[in-house]
């Protein structure tokens, strides 16, 4: 779910109020609850031998304090969950003469003239240039037709798919076809995609592919390459 606003020659994509209100209060609220529920099945199987060590450390505890420390433990995780969600969520501003992406308190501006299409793929928002290079990829959690709407409002082409789509091969280590370092890349990125990182590393290498002619996206933490055209001259 998404939420459009237009104001001053500008359309802005962000979460909806809804959202917002469920990442700062309904995320807290629900870590209080789990908290209470947590000190609910202590009581309930602490007293038994087969119970897991914390559960029974925890009903050995004294009243109020325990369930008060649960609450606060628990409230206090739901607001960390609530931050991260609002801050992996990208804002989305779209002009006649650039789109601006703000993501983790950073921006990024694009002029419209470098981009030629607009569309979703899979779970990124996807900005394309005439070449068929990737002027931006965003992960995004916007629904389509409200981006579709923003983008059309202001001028730019956006369609339902990659127009390149079946150009893309499933990266295998040391894949021909290649340029040269590429495989290297990919490599890294493999392991990034595999692990638990902050995925911003593994969005710096597909820049690093992207200056050597090469779009990546990821499907199912599985990579899937293709050559952008070359430029003309």
Known sequence: ?????????????????????????????????????????????????????????????????VTIGAVAIGAAVGVGLGLIGRHESVIVTVSPETVILKRKGTSRVIAADHVHVVFRDANCLVLQGKRGEDVAREWCDHSAKTLAEAFREHGYTWVAEDPHAAEFHRWVPGAHGLPAGANA???AREKLLHSLEETDDARELRGELAELGVVVRDVKKKQYWRLVEPPTV
């Open 185 to 187: 890349i990919l490599k």
């Open 1 to 65: 779910m998404s939420s459009r606003e237009t104001q001053h020659g500008q359309t802005v994509v962000t979460a909806p109020t809804w959202m917002a209100v469920l990442f700062w209060l309904g995320f807290p609220v629900g870590g209080a609850l789990l908290g209470v529920l947590l000190r609910v099945v202590a009581e309930w199987v602490g007293g038994y031998d087969w119970a897991p060590g914390p559960l029974r450390m925890l009903e050995s505890l004294p009243e109020p304090q």
